[in-house]
């Protein structure tokens, strides 16, 4: 199992830009690549986004192309994501998963996601 302290999460007015980030607890994040999954409530988990473990390579689901940023500093152990313009529809849990590889992210079926942080989009 992999732990993680999430920051950045709470409540956030439509449109105005946040960064989520997650620090790994006890074990190198340069080892694996980190991608970024939500769930909204009532809604199936889905992929976000995927970086490398060197941070020079990213991914996303096309979904979140041109609305999502993601990115890390290994020197801190964390990695970040940028909700360049948040709506409605981005209300949900966030999670940070680390992963050997950002191939096909977006079918990660692991058991283990540990907490989360919550994200509200409201005015």
């Known amino acids: 199992q992999f732990y993680f302290a999430y920051s950045g999460g709470g409540s956030v007015q439509p449109g105005r830009s946040l960064n989520l980030s997650c620090t790994a607890d006890r074990f190198t994040l340069s080892r694996y690549a980190i991608a970024w999954f939500r769930q909204a409530p009532g809604k199936e988990r889905e992929g976000i986004s995927c970086i490398n473990n060197a941070g020079d390579t990213t991914s996303y689901a096309d979904s979140a192309k041109g609305r999502f940023i993601v990115s890390r500093d290994n020197a801190r152990n964390t990695a970040y994501l940028q909700i360049e313009s948040p709506n409605l529809d981005d209300t949900a849990v966030y999670y940070c998963?680390?992963?050997?590889?950002?191939?096909?992210?977006?079918?990660?079926?692991?058991?283990?996601w540990g907490r989360g942080t919550p994200v509200t989009v409201s005015s």
């Open positions: 998963i680390p992963l050997m590889q950002c191939d096909n992210f977006v079918s990660y079926g692991g058991g283990y």
